[in-house]
């Protein structure tokens, strides 16, 4: 037991032999913290490493520092890339971009327009406005035009904004403001579509024509009137006048005077054709052939003018009514001062009655059949 014991001892005490010495390692941590905390020399400069990496060459060379250029690599930027917007990394960036470049527009040109003094306009001077002339793109054309597919909210919060630049190009334009009015066009222009503009340009020149007049180069107006379901195409022209006598040469007065064939010149007549049929055989009944006639009684203009009518759909009253409305009308194309008085008949208006439809269990719209008790 001691023999075990005895070895056990040696087998422990040449371990320990084999251990290098505790002092040693002291030593070396010592001298490791010594010159860890070795304050530099008094002439020498401190540079932060991380300066290090934006100075050139010939920097380094003349503060003392020796760089190899063999050695020396390129390193990637440290500094992150910025995005090119703040909505980059939302699913929409260019709807959101272009909302907040059409709200900086607006402020912008309310900004202009105020140090004109053009803004607030009253109510009356928003009215005498030119009308607004829309030619924006839908929304399938609006999705293509922002790169993503867009709401019906989207579109309509977009749409207002527009809608808002326009009106402020339309006041500058009526202020001979140029300068904005061209800067708001070229922001409102890459949101109209080829169909809208083509439209548009339409509605311009048929305003154009109407301002123009209604007359065609004949002479001739044409005007357009519905009733129930009936509708009616009328054209409408002077009756032309006899020569006037006096203007002839006379070679005997004494014998025309003295002739007794000399007689007054018959009033004028005028002709109202129906589908090219006279209108007393068209109509029959003498309430239909009076409405026609109204607005020519009315205006003081019976037998000034012939009128050729073309009527389709409905019956005798509701034709007779499409007419009646497109002859006021024509009476207006060619003398403008009896519109207050047609006007005043109601005869320029579209009469909007309708016929009532036939309800079930009902013998027509609103007749009811005999009540039974057994």
Known sequence: MATVGLKAFELFASRLSCRPPRLHVLALRSLTTTAATTPPPPNSRFVPPASLETMDEAQLEGDGFDVDRRSRRPRPESR????????????????????????????????????????????????????????????????????????????????????????????ARVADATELEDAITDITKGF?????????????????????????????????????????????????????????????????????????????????LINSVPISNYFPLPADREGVLR???????????????LVR??????????????????????????????KKAKLLRRDPRMVERKKTGLAKARKRYTWVKR
């Open 80 to 171: 992150r890339p910025v995005p090119p917007s703040p909505a980059f990394y939302t699913a929409r960036s260019l709807y959101y971009d272009t909302l907040v470049q059409l709200q900086s527009a607006l402020s912008l040109s309310r900004r202009a327009l105020r140090a004109q003094h053009l803004l607030p306009l009253p109510p009356f001077a928003l009215r005498a406005l030119p009308p607004a002339q829309p030619a924006w793109a839908n929304k399938a054309e609006m999705s293509l035009i922002l790169q993503a597919p867009l709401t019906a909210r989207m579109y309509k919060r977009v749409v207002m904004l527009l809608r808002e630049l326009d009106q402020y190009e339309r006041i």
């Open 313 to 342: 759909g409905g019956g005798t009253s509701g034709q007779s009514g499409a007419i009646a409305l497109a002859v006021a009308k024509g009476c207006v194309a060619h003398v403008p001062e009896v519109e207050p008085i047609l």
């Open 192 to 272: 109209e579509s080829k169909k809208g503009i083509q439209a548009r340009d339409t509605r311009i020149r048929a305003r154009e024509v109407k301002e123009r007049g209604p007359l065609d180069r004949y002479g001739r107006s044409y005007t357009v009137g519905r009733r129930k379901t009936s509708a009616a195409r009328v054209w409408m022209i002077e009756v032309q006048k006899p020569k006037d006598s006096t203007s002839e040469p006379v070679a005997n007065t004494t014998s025309i005077l003295s002739s007794s064939n000399a007689t007054t010149p018959p009033p004028p007549t005028s002709t109202v």
């Open 295 to 309: 607005p020519l009684k009315l205006a003081g203009l019976l037998g000034a003018f012939n009128v050729f009518a």
